[in-house]
Each structure stands twice: as structure tokens, then as C-alpha cells.
């Protein structure tokens, strides 16, 4: 788990400076400018009773990335089951682990973390539909594209989004 006190300083070495610009390009936030904003960031983003945030480490505790769990309720998607899902969002990694399969399995442990909160339905994810990269990573992972719709506003422009599902094993849709 993230715990925002530990962890700031070395996400922001891990995921800042110009060597990562590109990192923040899809997210709904530009990075941090300094530690102590991150902190706050995080501080306050833990704060909030429906999300479960992770950091990625190597096996020798190097920092690599972050990501979280949201729990959410969906009731009106008629490719979606009623009731709470996981989403998987603000999934992050050093631009240097990309194309290593480091990114892979920090993923697939949260995806096995959000099918074993008891009575969810499954996994969702959402990407910007000019981010390729994640679009091709949910596929590769075996989510099933189910909508593009828009997505409101990141960055002072209109977005529009991929949506993904992984259902839990045995889960059929109706």
C-alpha cells in the first residue's frame, strides 16, 4: 500500500523531471512540482474512503511506479453487471521500465488485488483514446473494450476515453 509520508520522495525521483515528462501526458494532472506538493497530493488522495493506492517496487525496493484501486458502483451501463467494480487508475511507471514486463506484473498484482475484494463484479480501466500504450496494455492483460465515450476535461481540453472491463473469473454477463 502507499503510504503518502513514506513514499512521496521517492515517487517523485522515481516519476518527475524532464526525463519523465511524458509520463503525465494522459493523466488528469500534471506532475507535481515539488515533494512537498506530491506529499499532499497523495495525503490527500488516500484520504478518500473508496481508493486503495499501491506503489510498484522492485525486488530490491527501487521505487518503480504507482497505481490504485477505486471502488465504484456502476447501475445504468447496459455492458456492465450492477453493482461495484474496480477501477484501475493513475497507473504510472518509470518511463526506463516500459517494454521490461515490470509494468505487467505491478499490474496483473493489482488486477488480483481487485478481484479479491469479496462481491466485485471485476476490473475496469479507462484510457485517452490517443494513448495507444494503454490501450494495447488493457487488451494485452485481457480486458474487453465495452464503450468510448468522452470523459470530461483533463488539461483544459475535451477528453475522450477507451472503457475496459475484466470480469471475474466465471462471471457472465447477462
Excluded at 35 to 64: I, K, N
Excluded at 72 to 91: N, T
Excluded at 123 to 144: E, P
Aim: charged share 20%; aromatic share 8%; hydrophobic share 45%.
Amino acid at each position: 500500500m502507499l503510504n503518502a509520508k513514506a513514499h512521496a520522495a521517492p515517487l517523485f525521483e522515481a516519476l518527475h523531471g524532464p526525463r519523465n515528462a511524458a509520463l503525465w501526458r494522459y493523466l488528469r494532472e500534471d506532475p507535481a512540482e515539488t515533494v512537498a506538493a506530491l506529499l499532499r497530493r497523495l495525503t490527500d488522495w488516500t484520504a478518500l474512503p473508496h481508493v486503495r493506492a499501491h506503489v510498484f517496487l522492485s525486488a530490491t525496493g527501487e521505487m518503480l511506479g504507482m497505481g490504485a484501486r477505486l471502488h465504484r458502483q456502476f447501475h445504468d451501463h447496459p455492458e456492465l453487471r450492477p453493482g461495484p467494480y474496480v477501477e484501475l487508475a493513475a497507473i504510472v511507471f518509470r518511463l526506463c521500465d516500459h517494454g521490461t514486463g515490470l509494468p505487467q506484473l505491478g499490474v496483473a498484482q493489482l488486477v488480483s488485488l481487485a478481484l479479491s475484494d469479496r462481491g466485485v463484479n471485476g476490473c475496469l480501466w479507462r484510457c485517452a483514446t490517443d494513448n495507444i500504450a494503454s490501450d494495447r496494455f488493457a487488451r494485452k492483460l485481457g480486458f474487453r473494450h465495452y464503450a468510448t465515450a468522452p470523459d470530461g476535461i483533463a488539461k483544459g481540453m475535451a477528453r475522450h476515453s477507451h472503457f475496459y472491463v475484466l470480469e471475474r473469473p466465471g462471471f457472465i454477463p447477462a
